[in-house]
């Protein structure tokens, strides 16, 4: 029997060597620019009114060990025959008419990251992908956008209209994606189901192999994905054994594209908007005289973009190399430089200056929203504004940790209702509850003892601090279910009454478990909090 006869089918085989429970809920978008380049030089040159012929070839050129050679051209050069990486001088032979430009790859650079952040309007993560394209992970997402083929056709849009054309892919994983970017049909669609019937007929080097592995592997008769897939994984281990770069080798870059191992997105944190920087002439040990200036400078950044200061940090570089760091917050989004700047005053003393200062940075390092709105109609300002400013001052004078106030949690039990937090931070509390709650609550709540009571309502009488207390009103219930997710399996439900006593005081009682519920004896009473 031949050896082709003993092979199952390819589809068959390439289906069993996807990972399918391990990508199928992943979605990564791949961008290609493939005329990243010089489509940038193109907008740069129509900005400056310097746009030139579209009949004219042009090259960008970049210098290497061996003269400059071609790192992207026109349309009109690459009809002409202009090749990228061929020497600018053998080019000029090819085409005598040929311009030369040198390019710009630090602004390149600098333009990639910039559409990278700008990417993140289709997903929540994005990293560049240099030198001429981008990933962004859509998991989850591309129903808001109208589905995959709406998303891709936006981006596509998106990019067109500020001058790139783009090729575009969705896929499971990283890899899979920027094979069909790079060479799979026109907004390429694969899931975990087809994702081996797409990449089988794309050739090695979507692989994003080395071009040295790639001549190895066509050499050997290997020129598609699916011809590689289909030799066994211990031959493709021998051959490549003594590869000098492990993470080049066909295996683990088949294994990558396929899910098999982790290829996850290091994304980029977002960037600093908000920053100012002081550079000294010569070293000093205080940095309050330059604290005024700083502030103003980042205050106007801020108010620029309707932007409040949240979380500040104020750097200051030792001429022995280390740096020293003081943060503070904000109980509300400010600009104000005067306000800030009294902050930092106090923070000051934490800060050890060493031999001296020589640069001294401020950065706000989380900022909000701070729309211009009109709060008073005699121009004084709002009571809230100096409230937040005065808790500011006080939390930067004793420890944001000193001063604290009561903040609303999301949790319908009545202990866990509100808590205390740190008096700068804020917090988004729900709604409080619409229903009555006592002005004081016992933490923890106190037992009482029955004497007397009724199967469905509160006790006739009932002992606490050993005094015996007759109810003559009630309200109720009120039952409460416990949280599953905070509290242990067995924990009982609970039923709040409002009562009145005959002494006119008014409590807040509940029954802690039902008569035949499964979790426990007989139910007990508490007094959980007192009414004014």
């Known amino acids: 029997m031949k050896r082709e006869d003993q092979l199952p089918d390819l589809a068959q085989r390439l289906s069993r060597q996807t990972a399918p429970h391990s990508i199928k809920e992943r979605r990564i978008l791949a961008v290609h620019l493939p005329e990243f380049a010089i489509e940038r030089w193109q907008i740069w040159c129509a900005r400056h009114a310097s746009t030139l012929p579209e009949e004219l070839p042009v090259a960008l050129a970049v210098d290497t060990a061996h003269g400059p050679v071609v790192h992207a051209t026109n349309r009109a050069a690459a009809i002409a025959g ?58 989850g997402v591309a129903h808001l956008h109208g589905g995959e083929d709406r998303l891709l056709r936006n981006v596509e849009e998106r990019f067109s209209k500020i001058g790139f054309q783009t090729q575009l892919a969705l896929a499971p994983t990283p890899g899979a994606a920027w094979a069909l970017a790079h060479y799979g049909p026109v907004r390429s669609t694969a899931t975990s189901a087809n994702l081996m019937r797409m990449l089988a007929p794309l ?14 592997l066509q050499r050997l008769g290997l020129k598609t994905i699916g011809a590689l897939a289909d030799v066994p994984r211990i031959a493709l281990a021998r051959r490549f054994r003594d590869h000098a770069d492990p993470s080049d080798t066909p295996l683990h870059r088949l294994d990558l594209t396929l899910g098999r191992q ?45 932007h409040g200061v949240r979380r500040l940090r104020l750097s200051a570089y030792r001429t022995d190399g280390m740096v020293a760091t003081s943060f503070l917050t904000t109980a509300q989004p400010s600009n104000n430089p005067e306000h800030l700047h009294s902050l930092l005053l106090g923070k000051l003393d934490h800060i050890d200056p060493g031999f001296g200062f020589d640069v001294l940075t401020l950065t706000a390092e989380s900022t909000e929203n701070l729309d211009i709105v009109q709060t008073r109609l005699d121009g004084n300002p709002d009571d809230g504004t100096e ?75 009932f002992i606490w601090r050993r005094v015996t207390h007759r109810v003559i009103r009630f309200a109720g219930p009120e039952r409460v279910a416990p949280e599953w997710w905070h509290d242990r399996p067995g924990t009982r439900l609970r039923d709040y009454y409002h009562i009145e006593t005959e002494t006119g005081r008014r409590l807040w009682i509940y029954r802690n478990g039902l008569h035949g519920d499964g979790r426990g004896g007989e139910p007990s009473w508490f007094l959980h909090g007192v009414f004014a």
């Open 82 to 139: 202009v090749r990228r990486h061929a020497r600018i001088v053998d080019m000029r032979a090819l085409c005598p008419e040929l311009k030369v430009e040198y390019a710009d790859t630090l602004g390149d650079e600098k333009l990639l990251e910039n559409l990278t952040f700008w990417s993140r309007q289709w997903g929540p993560w994005s990293v560049a992908d240099a030198p001429d394209g981008l990933f962004c992970d859509t998991s």
């Open 203 to 216: 050739p090695v080097a979507a692989l994003r192999l080395s071009p040295k592995t790639v001549t190895t």
């Open 262 to 306: 982790a290829d996850p997105l290091n994304a980029q944190a977002d960037p600093i908007r908000f920053v100012t920087t002081e550079n000294l002439t010569e070293p000093v040990l205080d940095p309050a005289p330059y604290l005024p200036d700083l502030c103003e400078k980042l205050c106007v950044q801020l108010a620029r973009s309707q």
């Open 387 to 461: 409230l937040a400013r005065l808790i500011d001052r006080l939390a930067a004078r004793f420890g944001p940790n000193k001063l604290q106030r009561v903040a609303l949690s999301g949790s319908h039990i009545p202990e866990r209702a509100a808590n205390w937090h740190p008096a700068p931070q804020q917090y988004a509390s729900p709604l409080p509850s619409t229903q009555r709650r006592p002005i004081r609550i016992f933490a923890p709540p106190e037992e009482i003892r029955v004497l007397y009571a009724v199967p469905e309502g509160p006790p006739a009488k």
